[in-house]
């Protein structure tokens, strides 16, 4: 599925997707959570957002929600869900562009947007690529030095309990409710199963920290979904460790989060 046919699946369900996720309760709420935990100034003003895997544009509706003054670019590889997405009324400062979020590279980025990102958003995206540890060097590569990082993405590996529920309402609820909108259960079969195999929390934590990402920490989304969909945050240095230097250089006011600290976890525990 991640090699081709899971994009196939996006671009059949495109039509039904925006009502497929509505009745998710909550849905629209943790997007927009996961926005603002990016902690961006001034409400985006003067900045560059990428939202890559943006499906139909929920997830750059909640970037716009946060962050109305940025110029805000969505990146997705079905073009079912481009078209989607692009039908709908935006603002001047909002775009779409199709791409594989893998093959992002820097000067894809300074030939199409102008330049680094100063942000990159994806939601329920890591666990769909062929290689986690490529996708997130790119991500790393388009970011400005400074630029952060936020993931908003199912995790149940580290929880019996979380992975008991994910079933139960993957086989009650959203493979029935695709089966009656979308007239197959193909994509909705393969969200159960690759909810179940991908990283748990501290596993995706890690693979953030090995590709030089720094202030890397996560925070549970509320709701149902406690302990089920997570947001992973993280930050490009400001610049390599130079000779005789332990750790990542940043300059930044706030320091290096270990697991299930700093900001984004105490905005979660609120």
Same mark, same amino acid.
């Given at each position: !599925?991640? @090699?081709?046919?899971? @994009?196939?699946?996006? +671009? ?6 925006? &009502? /497929? ?8 709420? +943790? ?9 961006? $100034? ?13 499906? @139909? ?18 990146? +997705?590889?079905?073009?079912? !869900? ?57 991500? &790393? ?9 936020? %993931? ?46 991908? +990283?748990?929390?501290?596993?995706? %934590? ?6 030089? /990402? ?20 993280? &930050? ?6 130079? $000779? ?18 700093? $900001? ?7």
């Amino acid at each position: !599925m991640k @090699t081709g046919a899971v @994009t196939d699946e996006f +671009d059949n369900a495109a039509s039904s997707y925006d &009502r /497929l996720v509505a009745a998710n309760p909550g849905y629209h709420r +943790d997007l927009r959570t996961s926005a603002r935990r990016l902690r961006l $100034p001034a409400r985006g003003e003067g900045l560059l957002l990428m939202d890559l895997g943006c499906g @139909t544009g929920a997830s750059t509706a909640a970037l716009l929600r946060e962050y109305p003054l940025a110029r805000i670019v969505g990146v +997705d590889a079905s073009e079912g !869900m481009l078209r989607a997405a692009a039908a709908k009324e935006w603002p001047a400062n909002v775009t779409f562009h199709l791409a594989r979020a893998e093959d992002i590279t820097p000067g894809w980025a300074r030939e199409l947007l102008g330049g680094s990102a100063d942000a990159v958003f994806a939601a329920y995206l890591v666990r769909n690529v062929p290689d986690p540890d490529a996708f997130l060097e790119s991500v &790393r590569s388009v970011l400005a030095p400074g630029g952060r990082l936020a %993931l908003h993405e199912y995790s149940v590996a580290d929880s019996a309990s979380a992975q008991a529920v994910w079933t139960a309402v993957c086989w009650s609820v959203v493979i029935p409710a695709g089966r009656a909108l979308a007239g197959r259960t193909d994509l909705f079969r393969y969200l159960w199963r690759s909810v179940l195999e991908f +990283d748990g929390r501290s596993a995706l %934590l890690e693979r953030m920290r090995a590709v030089g /990402l720094e202030s890397v920490a996560s925070a549970p989304l509320p709701g149902w979904q406690y302990g089920i969909t997570h947001t992973f945050v993280g &930050r490009r240095p400001l610049r390599r460790p130079g $000779p005789g230097e332990s750790g990542p250089v940043s300059g930044s006011r706030e320091a290096a989060c270990p697991p299930g600290e700093g $900001p984004a976890a105490r905005e979660g525990a609120r």
